[in-house]
T-cell receptor
Framework: DTAVSQTPKYLVTQMGNDKSIKCEQN?????MYWYKQDSKKFLKIMFS???????INETVPNRFSPKSPDKAHLNLHINSLELGDSAVYFC?????????????FGNGTRLTVT | QKEVEQNSGPLSVPEGAIASLNCTYS??????FFWYRQYSGKSPELIMS????GDKEDGRFTAQLNKASQYVSLLIRDSQPSDSATYLC???????????FGSGTKLNVKP
């Protein structure tokens, strides 16, 4: 199946821990994103990579570090997790820089920090 | 001012009725406009995209774009209970593929 897949689906951890979320797409897209969705359903962009180059870096604590080893993979590492990091994190991809290609989302990772 | 604004709802319509969802955006250079449907606990799913002024129809869905007034809407005809979900409006602008989302409108279709 062609898709955006991310792992894990659920992540429960304690404050202060470090965790990673992985994302892979086989749609042939060249741009990948991390979005954070809070409890009120608001989707906020965090990062975007185009062909391994960081092109969008919103105001995100530097505890969050994305890494794109190639254009089909984008990972997110979070250091020193805080309660406020609890949210659903969505990976997404699209085609082309400019143009009308929509976002295709992964299934999300629900992060709960206790 | 938020980039993209939507009424959070909930919007309740009876089965078979037309549901009308609205969205306004702040930046005139916005290029592309999308509607996503998100069921509870699921990821957003693209249902419509529109790039030019006017209407675009796909089955029971019609997207309408008015760039002069900076609004985009989604009409769902013959609403079904399975249409009950949160509908997210997204706007893309610039050469960096930056997508801005509204906070979503929750639609309830009552049988």
């Amino acid at each position: 199946d062609t898709a955006v897949s991310q792992t894990p689906k659920y992540l429960v951890t304690q404050m202060g821990n470090d965790k990673s979320i992985k994302c892979e797409q086989n749609l042939g897209h060249d741009t990948m994103y991390w979005y954070k969705q809070d409890s009120k359903k608001f989707l906020k962009i965090m990062f975007s990579y185009n062909n391994k180059e960081l092109i969008i870096n919103e105001t995100v604590p530097n505890r969050f570090s994305p890494k794109s080893p190639d254009k089909a993979h984008l990972n997110l590492h979070i250091n020193s997790l805080e309660l406020g990091d609890s949210a659903v994190y969505f990976c997404a991809s699209s085609l082309g820089r400019g143009g009308n290609s929509p976002l295709h989302f992964g299934n999300g990772t629900r992060l709960t920090v206790t | 001012q938020k980039e993209v604004e939507q009424n959070s709802g909930p919007l309740s319509v009876p089965e078979g009725a037309i549901a009308s969802l609205n969205c306004t955006y702040s930046d005139r250079v916005s290029q592309s406009f999308f509607w996503y449907r998100q069921y509870s606990g699921k990821s957003p799913e693209l249902i419509m995209s529109i790039y030019s002024n006017g209407d675009k129809e796909d089955g029971r869905f019609t997207a309408q774009l008015n760039k002069a007034s900076q609004y985009v809407s989604l009409l769902i005809r013959d609403s079904q209970p399975s249409d009950s979900a949160t509908y997210l409006c997204a706007v893309k602008r610039g050469n960096f593929n930056k997508f801005y989302f509204g906070s979503g409108t929750k639609l309830n279709v009552k049988p």
